[in-house]
């Protein structure tokens, strides 16, 4: 089992940045990979980024060259910092973390934290 608490949401102007925080617990030693997904009103989920255990990143299209990822294995955070934020990033952010045990993979995610992007 695996608790993910997200951190770092809330409002902010176009062109403005923000950066989330996941913090994992529990059997964090299984943990493969973890990222950032999000959801916006009658939109599907859709990735934002992820990093797996080697360091390896992969980020959705939109978000590319505006957002970066990183991972602090000691103390088990994964960082989202999000810069020239537009309208088009509110969502609801989740974080989701990737457990792979004898070949049993397991997706775990958090409450979610409110981005909102306008003027």
């Known amino acids: 089992q695996v608790q993910l608490v997200e951190s770092g949401g809330g409002w902010v102007q176009p062109g403005g940045s923000l950066r989330l925080s996941c913090t994992a617990s529990?059997?964090?030693?299984?943990?493969?990979?973890m990222g950032w997904y999000r959801q916006a009103p009658g939109k599907q989920r859709e990735l934002v980024a992820a990093?797996?255990?080697?360091?390896?990143?992969n980020f959705g299209d939109s978000v590319k060259d505006r957002f970066t990822i990183s991972r602090d294995n000691v103390k088990n955070t994964v960082y989202l910092q999000m810069n020239s934020l537009e309208p088009e990033d509110t969502a609801v952010y989740y974080c989701?973390?990737?457990?792979?045990?004898?070949?049993?993979?397991?997706?775990?995610w958090g409450q979610g934290t409110q981005v909102t992007v306008s003027s």
């Open positions: 990093i797996n255990s080697g360091g390896t990143t």
């Open positions: 529990g059997s964090t030693r299984r943990i493969a990979g």
């Open positions: 989701k973390a990737v457990i792979n045990f004898g070949g049993t993979v397991t997706d775990y």
